[in-house]
């Protein structure tokens, strides 16, 4: 199953440290020393150094409860820590700090229907559309359609999927998404044409490799049908979807 994508990349500033202005800085102006914090914790999260990233977000927290950042970004720390209570805490100070926010808005919709608040997530997704400049309308309503297909709403996923591609004509998980929909649906041709434009833009993997071997067992092209099989078997041995076609040829 295609799963959601990671969440829309945070803004990762140049940072200054370890110098008498910044203590001054901290000392004296509390939003700016929140801030400070705030990036010098993102910093160490995109780093994979939680727990100091913990230390500097919570000491942003204390500066300024205000702190947009501040509460987003230690959002998103505590959902890579699966701590689901603290996170939807965080998301929540942080979308009713910044209800415009796109980037925050999209975030904590992927987090919602992680935890299979599906509405909720939906909800969010399209707060976030509301803004029509927002460079990341091709994610949300690819994330939409992954939270429609995961709730099982196909006819919404397969919508917000379509969406996704008139944003970004490459979307290439919406390209798959949208593949198998249509395999699915009976419309091989469809589906052979989607498969054609993903392999255009993404390397091909086990899911859609099987996938186009079911497309042409159908269709009947031997030489396509060949090809996908071959490279399922020899590029993914292991793979569960070469288990499938071993066992269905």
Same mark, same amino acid.
């Given at each position: 199953?295609?799963?959601?994508?990671? $969440?829309?990349?945070?803004?990762?500033?140049? &940072?200054?440290?370890?110098?008498?202005?910044?203590?001054?800085? #901290?000392?004296?102006?509390?939003?700016?020393?929140?801030? !400070?914090?705030? =990036? $010098?914790? &993102?910093?160490?999260?995109? +780093?994979?150094?939680?727990?100091?990233?913990?230390? *500097? $977000?919570?000491?942003?927290? =204390?500066?300024?409860?205000?702190?947009?950042?501040?509460?987003?970004?230690?959002?998103?720390?505590?959902?890579?820590?699966?701590?689901?209570?603290?996170?939807?805490?965080?998301?929540?100070?942080?979308?009713? $700090?910044?209800?415009?926010?796109?980037?925050?808005?999209?975030?904590?919709?992927? !987090?919602?229907?992680? =935890? *299979?608040?599906?509405?909720?997530? =939906?909800?969010? !997704?399209?707060?976030?559309? *509301?803004?029509?400049?927002?460079?990341?309308?091709?994610?949300?309503?690819?994330?939409?359609?992954?939270?429609?297909?995961?709730?099982?709403?196909?006819?919404?996923? #397969? +919508?917000?999927?379509?969406?996704?591609?008139?944003?970004?004509?490459?979307?290439?998980?919406?390209?798959?998404?949208?593949?198998?929909?249509?395999?699915?649906?009976?419309?091989?041709?469809?589906?052979?044409?989607? &498969?054609?434009?993903?392999?255009?833009?993404?390397?091909?993997?086990? +899911?859609? %490799?099987? %996938?186009?071997?079911?497309?042409?067992?159908?269709?009947?092209?031997?030489?396509?049908?060949?090809?996908?099989?071959?490279? %399922?078997?020899?590029?993914?041995?292991?793979?569960?979807?070469?288990?499938?076609?071993? *066992?269905?040829?």
């Amino acid at each position: 199953m295609i799963r959601l994508r990671s $969440l829309t990349p945070l803004l990762v500033l140049f &940072l200054l440290g370890g110098c008498a202005s910044t203590v001054e800085r #901290e000392a004296t102006d509390p939003k700016k020393a929140a801030e !400070f914090n705030a =990036e $010098l914790g &993102l910093r160490y999260m995109t +780093q994979g150094n939680n727990e100091v990233a913990m230390e *500097k $977000l919570l000491k942003a927290v =204390e500066y300024d409860s205000s702190s947009v950042n501040a509460h987003h970004y230690i959002a998103e720390l505590y959902r890579r820590l699966e701590r689901t209570e603290q996170a939807e805490e965080h998301y929540s100070r942080a979308a009713s $700090l910044a209800p415009n926010d796109a980037a925050i808005l999209n975030n904590y919709g992927v !987090f919602l229907c992680s =935890e *299979k608040r599906y509405s909720d997530g =939906e909800k969010r !997704f399209l707060q976030a559309l *509301k803004n029509p400049v927002w460079p990341g309308r091709d994610q949300a309503y690819e994330n939409l359609g992954q939270c429609m297909q995961d709730k099982g709403d196909k006819a919404k996923a #397969e +919508q917000y999927y379509r969406e996704a591609l008139k944003a970004n004509p490459r979307r290439a998980r919406s390209l798959l998404a949208m593949t198998d929909i249509s395999l699915q649906q009976g419309n091989h041709i469809s589906a052979r044409a989607f &498969l054609q434009r993903y392999a255009a833009v993404a390397q091909h993997t086990p +899911q859609s %490799l099987w %996938l186009g071997i079911q497309i042409e067992r159908v269709l009947g092209d031997r030489n396509a049908l060949s090809s996908y099989g071959m490279s %399922l078997r020899n590029n993914f041995p292991t793979a569960a979807e070469t288990q499938l076609y071993l *066992k269905s040829q």
